[in-house]
């Protein structure tokens, strides 16, 4: 229920960046001594950045990963995903082209796509539990020694390009 007393507070649809920014920008003034030269470099290329990498960055943080498919992220105050998610793969606060073992891929699909990306190797495989076809596919791939990094085939029907900031600082 709605407490008509209290007014409703619209926040601003990058908010969550001025709140970082706020932190950092404090850590800065009051505890600069005390950071390496890593946490540095990553504020400085951090800050360097255009407003909507920063957004992006930010919000990728702030959610599970640290393996993202883009044709699911969508935010309002973004213009382009592409554009600032290519910006962060160029300073490095941001990993495209990842390559994935079969299981990590797997998990950012669904059953269907993941039959679809694979169907010959998946062909006829459709009432098999997924798991088992991950398994089935770790085997296929294994013995023919190869990686994927999402960007191979028709895989860019379903990912677009895979983020990984498995190796960036949280702050």
Request: charged share 25%.
């Amino acid at each position: 229920m709605k407490n008509s007393l209290t007014p409703s507070v619209e926040l601003a649809p990058d908010y969550y960046l001025t709140n970082f920014n706020f932190l950092v920008d404090w850590v800065m003034q009051q505890h600069q001594d005390v950071l390496n030269n890593d946490e540095k470099s990553f504020i400085a290329r951090f800050q360097k950045l255009n407003r909507q990498s920063q957004c992006l960055f930010v919000r990728l943080s702030s959610r599970k990963g640290p393996l993202f498919r883009a044709d699911k992220l969508q935010y309002s105050e973004i213009d382009s995903i592409a554009v600032a998610a290519d910006e962060l793969i160029a300073v490095g606060l941001l990993h495209g082209d990842t390559l994935l073992p079969v299981r990590e891929l797997a998990i950012l699909l669904t059953k269907v796509e993941l039959i679809d990306l694979f169907s010959s190797e998946l062909k006829g495989r459709k009432t098999e539990r997924k798991e088992f076809l991950v398994e089935l596919l770790e085997k296929i791939i294994l013995n023919q020694s190869c990686g994927w990094t999402g960007r191979k085939g028709n895989s860019a029907k379903y990912i677009g390009w895979i983020a990984s900031t498995s190796s960036i600082p949280y702050y």
